[in-house]
């Protein structure tokens, strides 16, 4: 059975800094595309970003753009999510999640509370 496990979440002040990790066990993820979601107290889960599985394509969603970067080894099965300059905004339960191929649906992990607060 697949498992995801991400790390590294916490408490940081507001314009710093963070990085996500997202560990696959039982499974290899490196022929799949993996990505980010979050989901904010009292919000739907939304998509933060995705990486393909050789690890030179990504995309963002626009609130994260410029800010967020995610990138992968698929030598360790990570996919890592580096956040910078965070806000408020950005507090949520942080998810990775893979995606099954051929479908648009995502196999997630049990999430990362990411907190941005002075």
């Known amino acids: 059975q697949v498992q995801l496990v991400e790390s590294g979440g916490g408490l940081v002040q507001p314009g710093g800094s963070l990085r996500l990790s997202c560990a696959a066990s039982?499974?290899?993820?490196?022929?799949?595309?993996m990505a980010w979601f979050r989901q904010a107290p009292g919000k739907e889960r939304e998509f933060v970003g995705r990486?393909?599985?050789?690890?030179?394509?990504?995309a963002y969603a626009d609130s994260v753009k410029g800010r967020f970067t995610i990138s992968r080894d698929n030598r360790k099965n990570t996919m890592y999510l580096q956040m910078s300059r965070l806000n408020p905004e950005d507090t949520a339960v942080y998810y990775c999640a893979v995606q099954i191929a051929n479908t648009d649906s995502y196999i997630y992990g049990q999430g990362t509370q990411v907190t941005v607060s002075s």
């Open positions: 990486i393909l599985s050789s690890g030179r394509h990504t």
């Open positions: 039982k499974w290899t993820p490196s022929a799949y595309t």
